[in-house]
């Protein structure tokens, strides 16, 4: 798990972290408890957001550490302006992750889904909580064990972010199609840019 | 900016290197230890009416960053876009490590008075053959670049040789500062362009006539056919130019 600290915030909102898990089981079951929890009364209820307080993104449409991390920011700044356009800071994640302003289709795309296997979890919180405790709750919910965020080179899914963002027709797209680490650094500059500007993308 | 903001802290936080009439520019990073990103920020005109600076601040920023990521998406290099917070009028930005062309090619002795010279990185003295390019390799660079930039409808707006730069890792040419850039289909808007380039090419860097027959050597080739439609433009607009010029 990998600790940042954004200083500049909040202090509910200052301390980030991030983890990828690999070969995870039970990701058809954590969508579940992540719909129920929402919508659950009571005490139980309260228990049930605690333990899913995060944003569970699948890894597959993630390009890089920096393109995550984009989305991270710009999500703490909207909620530290009130400027939420989804419930929680860990929903706005996926809503920035998403080049439209569907936030269904945003959650059911960039979300944990039945399909997902390998999923970065994401928790803002204040930096009275402790990294082995986070990790802990975190390991709690999701089956699987955290692998080294560098493994997300084998994960990313080129072509189905290609599709979200457009960008087959694009000529730059086109020519650096035989050479595909080159490829995959424009695409990754592109979306990680968009995301950053979403807020004022028109 | 009330001083509680985030993005104010941010800015607190950050070190200043550029102070123009309309934005300072800082680096920093966003988050401690971080890679270095620059931050500019449109701060408030006391002369101009509370609402409306905030909405002209916004989009001079959102301007600013759909320009960006347009040229990304057409290939054209540019920095990446790394943080938006246009309410408080700041546009977060990749760091080029490297010089401005203005700083590798040689100046007039009367220039770098005006205190737009080179940002502190450490490459002060850094040269073209550092870079492993030479004066006329680099002119081609800059056409080609313009001419990606053009045939994907930017107008620049503010072409001149510091809003150029050479990333220090790969020798790619660089176009920054997208504050006055617009989208146009025109040849005149594209001519006018280039004829600001030259106009600063001339009062920066001395002997700069075969340079910047250089630069259009590459962008003609690079633009295609509608090159001689843009030559003869830009003719048009040069002999406005020089007739304005002598009208006073
Ligand atoms: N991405 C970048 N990486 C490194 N340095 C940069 C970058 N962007 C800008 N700079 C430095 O900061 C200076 C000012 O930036 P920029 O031109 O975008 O701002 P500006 O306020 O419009 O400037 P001016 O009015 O002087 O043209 C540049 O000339 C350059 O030296
Ligand atoms: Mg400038």
Known sequence: ?202 | MSSSTASARLLASSSLISQGAEAKVYKGTLTPGGVPIVLKYRFKKTYRHDSLDATLTKARVAGEARALLRCLRSGVNVPGIRMVDASEGILGIEWIEGNSVKHLLPSGAAEDVDGDEEVPTGLHAYTLEDYGLSADTLMGLIGVEIAKMHLADIIHGDLTTSNMMVRKASSQLVLIDFGLSYHSTLVEDKAVDLYVLERAFASTHPDSEPMFASVLSAYGKQVGKEWPALRRRLDEVRLRGRKRSMVG
């Open chain 1, 1 to 202: 798990m990998e600790s940042l600290s954004f200083p500049q915030f909040e202090a509910r909102n200052s301390q980030v972290s991030v983890a990828l898990f690999r070969n995870v089981a039970n990701s058809g079951a954590l969508k579940l408890r992540i719909i129920s929890a929402s919508t659950t009364e009571g005490d139980l209820g309260e228990a049930e957001r605690e333990a899913v307080k995060f944003a569970f993104v699948d890894a597959r449409l993630i390009t890089s550490k920096l393109h995550l991390e984009t989305a991270i920011y710009q999500a703490i700044l909207a909620d530290s302006q009130g400027a939420l356009r989804t419930r929680t800071v860990h929903s706005e994640i996926l809503y920035l992750l998403n080049p439209t302003h569907n936030i269904t289709e945003a959650i059911r795309r960039y979300g944990v889904s039945e399909t997902s296997t390998d999923v970065i979890v994401v928790r803002v919180d204040s930096p009275d909580v402790t990294p082995d405790e986070v990790q802990k709750k975190m390991e709690t919910v999701v089956e699987a064990t955290i692998s080294p965020f560098g493994e997300l080179e084998n994960v990313t899914d080129w072509a189905s972010i290609k599709r979200y963002y457009k960008l087959n027709g694009e000529v730059v797209i086109k020519e650096a199609a035989k050479n595909p680490p080159k490829e995959h650094a424009i695409i990754d500059e592109i979306v990680t840019s968009s995301v950053a500007m979403k807020s004022v993308m028109g």
